[in-house]
């Protein structure tokens, strides 16, 4: 008899969590995307022969138009397809001269600036505010011309423009770029600044052509990314360059790892907001301050 409550609860359950989505999907009336058949879905994956790999919610396919599919437990979304993957590809390849080719100083800048500013339109630009939770290299993919797009939602988190706290019920994101809030509320609130904080750490790993650790990682013979570069600039010693570059180049890339340095202060009120990191990455460098010493909270320093 419980048994059988049970399957009729979660039934019922389905069946309500159905309908919903369903009125969802059609308020949106004519700027709805488009909507596809599970046999469409199979035909346009070509019954889904070439997996292209897999995230946290499932795999991903190779498919060639826009869209979504909605059949009960068959759900999928159809991006657009991107043909030269992902910036973490390039940031970390063992291949020389695919990251010097593509990550010179002035397309990292402009790579940074891309991201910087589709950020900036989540957090200020939509009717609701979307914190994405989850950037990284990644889950910014670049197309044909190397154009990036932000993509992987599957963590966002819809609020309010004017809402500066939000409240989550567990940690949500990938370690090595989740910010300290997200994990110990002694920090500071979630907020907006939260994605700011990943987006220094992914500027960081591209500057360097290193991988960040987890800095409370119990291996001390871990060098800890964003001390050691802050030390270099400090010393004014290159980043991520080699052999001759111009003294302009090196400069861009200064300021890149400066900016990424306020962006991963651990007080979130210390951190720039997207708009202002725009801002800051596309001025001058003379004129932007160094921040504190990473991962030393202090309530004595403010933004520049």
Request: aromatic share 10%; glycine share 6%.
């Amino acid at each position: 008899v419980a048994t059988a409550l049970y399957l009729s609860l979660k039934t019922r359950y389905n069946r309500e969590i159905h309908l919903k989505v369903e009125m969802f999907l059609n308020t949106h009336g004519k700027s709805k995307a488009t909507r596809y058949t599970f046999s469409e879905v199979k035909k346009m994956a070509r019954r889904f022969k070439v997996n292209l790999g897999r995230g946290g919610y499932g795999s991903v396919y190779k498919v060639r138009l826009l869209g979504f599919c909605y059949e009960g437990t068959r759900r999928a979304l159809i991006y657009e397809f991107m043909p030269n993957e992902s910036l973490e590809k390039y940031i970390f390849s063992r291949d020389s001269n695919i990251f010097q080719t593509l990550l010179v100083p002035e397309k990292m800048l402009d790579i940074a600036l891309g991201i910087a500013r589709g950020m900036e339109y989540l957090h200020q630009g939509c009717n609701q505010r979307i914190l994405h939770f989850d950037i990284k290299p990644h889950n910014i993919l670049l197309d044909y011309n190397f154009n990036l797009k932000i993509s992987d939602f599957g963590l966002a988190k819809l609020c309010a423009r004017d809402q500066s706290i939000v409240t989550l019920t567990a940690a949500r994101g990938t370690m090595v770029y989740i910010a300290p809030e997200l994990y110990s509320r002694n920090f500071g609130g979630i907020s907006h600044k939260s994605d700011v904080y990943s987006f220094g750490m992914l500027v960081l790993e591209m500057v360097s052509g290193r991988r960040n650790s987890d800095p409370r990682t119990e291996r001390q013979n871990e060098v800890y990314l964003p001390e050691c570069i802050y030390e270099e600039v400090i010393a004014g010693q290159d980043l991520a360059l080699t052999g001759d570059t111009a003294e302009e180049e090196k400069e861009k890339v200064r300021k890149l790892a400066t900016v990424a340095l306020w962006c991963i202060q651990w007080n979130p009120k210390n951190r720039p907001s997207m708009t202002k990191v725009v801002n800051m990455l596309t001025g001058r460098f003379q004129n932007l301050q160094m921040p504190p010493r990473p991962y030393v909270p202090s309530e004595n320093h403010a933004m520049p």
